[in-house]
């Protein structure tokens, strides 16, 4: 009970700060189990979604306004980055301005996509309206998505604060398992494309032999 009553205390103290900065760099986990935490009582849920969406709008516009102003040394200087431009631009092309508004969705894409975004030509002000309702979509779905779980898990259980430890576990289980289950699946889908360079290089160093 003493154990609870600190970590109430530090989440109410802490915990927004600790949200706000973990969705300004990226943070669906953070957010969910954010949302989770507010279903137990240990912050506002009304409070979590404001902070996350806050962290996430700023993050993003921090990001657009990098790519603005400093978008192509970014790409000379970081690989990273200049390795998934041409991904980046073949969404942009696709989807045009709509980019702006599933970039957070986009798992690997989070940060770069408003940094090329900021590079290209579209509006500051587009970016910044798409960007309000974007923030504010990501940060309402992820944030529920917690404070269901604990709803739905006190369907099942009487005392839910007695089992918080194991929920959290699977939480974070799940969180882990969808996550692995996405870096997979991106896997599969770059394999043909591996394959394909690992032809062509094959076919160079065999042309380098016959010289």
Request: no cysteine.
């Amino acid at each position: 009970m003493h154990v609870h009553h600190l970590l109430r205390e530090y989440l109410q103290v802490h915990g927004y700060w600790v949200l706000f900065i973990g969705t300004f760099l990226e943070g669906e986990a953070i957010l969910i189990m954010a949302g989770f935490l507010a279903f137990e009582g240990y912050l506002n849920i009304s409070g979590v979604i404001l902070t996350s969406f806050a962290g996430s709008f700023l993050g993003d516009q921090f990001y657009f306004y990098l790519g603005y102003f400093k978008g192509k040394k970014l790409l000379r200087r970081f690989h990273a980055i200049a390795s998934k431009f041409r991904e980046a631009l073949r969404l942009i092309e696709k989807y045009g301005a709509f980019v702006a508004f599933i970039s957070r969705y986009t798992y690997g894409l989070r940060i770069v996509l408003p940094i090329i975004l900021g590079i290209t030509s579209l509006p500051a002000r587009t970016f910044l309206w798409i960007n309000l309702a974007s923030a504010l979509s990501w940060a309402t779905v992820f944030a529920l998505a917690g404070y269901l779980f604990g709803k739905s898990a006190s369907l099942f259980l009487d005392d839910v604060g007695r089992y918080e430890h194991h929920l959290m576990l699977a939480l974070v289980g799940f969180i882990m398992t969808a996550w692995l289950v996405h870096l997979y699946h991106a896997w599969k889908l770059k394999q043909p494309a591996r394959k394909r360079l690992a032809r062509m290089r094959a076919l160079r160093d065999a042309r380098r032999e016959d010289q």
